[in-house]
C-alpha cells in the first residue's frame, strides 16, 4: 500500500499550510478524526451479560507526541476498554507505540505484526480491505493498535473477572470519506478469541484536539 499520502497528511507543515496559491485540491487533513463515534460490534453485542441499552464508543483525542499517530480511547462495556492509537501505515504505528513504551515490548509487537501480516491474506475481512485500498484517497485508512483490559468469561466462577495483565491488540480502520463520519474496521483480541472482528462506527460530534488523560501499557504511561 502506498502510504505517501499518509506522510502528507500527518505532516504539520501540511496541515498549517494547506492553502497553497494556485492550488485548488482538497487534501486530508488528519485533526478531522478527532471526535466522538458510537459504535457497533455484533460479536461484542454477543457476548453474555452484554446489556442490550449498552453503548460503544471510539473516542480520539489528538495527535501523538512524534505526530505519527492519532490518541484516543476504545470503549466495549462489559468486554474491553483500552487506549488506542491510530496510524497511517504500519511502520509508522510502530514508530508512535516504540516511542512510548521505549524498548519494552518491541520484540513481541515486532511477533505480533509479523503474525497478523501473515493472517491477512486468509482473513474473511482481507477481501473488504482489499476493495478499500482500491478506492480513492477520500477513504483515509488506518492500522490501529490498543492496549488495555479484556473482561473473560471464568467458567469455573460462572461469571466474569478482569485479567491482571494488560494486553495488547492490532486491528484496523478505514473512514468513508475525508470528513470522517464513518467508518469500518476489525479487532483483535486473544483474549476474547475475537480475531478481525467486524467493527462500524459513525460521528457523534467532533472536537478540537483535546488533552483528556490516556493511560498506555502495564504502566499506565501518559501518551
Not at 3 to 16: I, T, V, Y
Not at 81 to 95: F, M, N
Request: aromatic share 8%; hydrophobic share 30%; charged share 30%.
Amino acid at each position: 500500500m502506498d502510504d505517501s499520502w499518509q506522510d502528507a497528511a500527518f505532516s504539520s507543515r501540511h496541515m498549517h499550510n494547506r492553502k497553497q496559491r494556485g492550488s485548488k485540491s482538497k487534501c486530508f487533513d488528519v485533526r478531522k478524526t478527532f471526535g466522538s463515534y458510537s459504535v457497533k460490534c455484533a460479536s461484542w453485542q454477543r457476548i453474555d451479560d452484554v446489556s442490550a441499552d449498552a453503548s460503544a464508543s471510539l473516542e480520539l483525542y489528538r495527535l501523538t507526541e512524534n505526530g505519527e499517530g492519532v490518541v484516543g480511547q476504545l470503549a466495549l462495556p462489559g468486554a474491553l476498554r483500552a487506549a488506542v492509537v491510530l496510524a497511517g501505515s504500519r511502520e509508522s504505528l510502530r514508530r508512535a507505540v516504540d516511542e512510548m513504551e521505549g524498548d519494552e515490548g518491541e520484540d513481541e509487537d515486532d511477533e505480533e505484526e509479523n503474525e497478523s501480516e501473515e493472517d491477512l491474506p486468509e482473513s474473511p475481512m482481507q477481501t473488504r480491505f482489499d476493495t478499500f485500498e482500491k478506492n480513492s484517497f477520500r477513504s483515509p485508512k488506518f492500522w490501529l493498535r490498543w492496549s488495555g483490559t479484556p473482561t473473560t468469561q471464568d467458567e469455573s466462577k460462572g461469571a466474569k473477572s478482569s485479567q491482571d495483565d494488560v494486553d495488547t491488540g492490532l486491528g484496523y480502520v478505514v473512514f468513508s470519506g475525508n470528513d470522517c463520519q464513518k467508518f469500518k474496521g476489525t479487532l483483535n483480541c486473544v483474549a476474547l478469541s475475537w480475531k478481525d472482528v467486524a467493527l462500524t462506527g459513525h460521528k457523534i460530534s467532533g472536537r478540537s484536539e483535546s488533552d483528556v488523560p490516556v493511560a498506555w501499557g502495564k504502566n499506565g504511561t501518559a501518551v
